[in-house]
């Protein structure tokens, strides 16, 4: 669990997001939640819950529960409704069956592929990673195939054509390219996504800076600071 922690600190703040329409507010009136801007409604229809516009897309939940899409001026994008979807991130989002299963959607609600899954992340740099019934993580393009047969209990995303994983062989952490082969031999008690060709791991108590450099090697540079034994 320590290690996952250690993963979810460095990383805080790499989860990928869209930015918020910010021009476009969430408000609400006696018969639900809708959207304005600059205090005119944008639609007339209400709903239990909405979520704001990103990239002119918003997700929006029926009086029956369920989930789906609109966009600026309240038309909703398909017919059909999930249990649950999440915003757009590009062209596609995650949503949830009423079998709890999960999978990438099209704008027009269609699914990406035929396959679904336990849990779903959104695409990165072309992948995805799931997670099927047994806990077993992965990762699929957007035809929904595997680029490589390699499972773990733990991944990240892609960055900079690299995603840190964890297997069952030592629980450690790595990093991995898109064809699944090894960036480094060395395994870590936890490791960080690349930005700016920079990935930092921790060996013990001592922190590691990785540096990515022009020929895909990575470079170890050693930093003193310690971490907290507790």
Known sequence: ???IIFIFIF???CVFSQTADITIKIASDKAGKYHEKNGNPLYKKRYVDVGDFKNNLAWIKDDDGYFSHIDTTGTQLYKKKYVYVTDFDGEFAVAQDVNDKRFHIRKNGVPLYGKKFFNVRPFSENLAAVQNDNGDWFFIDTLGVMPFSRKFVAVGN??????????????????????????????????????????????????IMLFLNQTQKVERFFNLNQFDNQ
């Open 1 to 3: 669990m320590k290690k």
């Open 11 to 13: 990383i805080s703040n």
């Open 158 to 207: 892609f960055h900079q054509g690299y995603a840190w994983v964890a297997d069952d062989d030592d629980g450690k952490f790595y990093h991995v390219s898109k064809t699944g082969i090894e960036l480094y031999k060395n395994h870590y008690d936890g490791v960080t996504d690349f930005q700016d060709s920079i990935a930092y791991a921790k060996d013990g108590q001592t922190v």
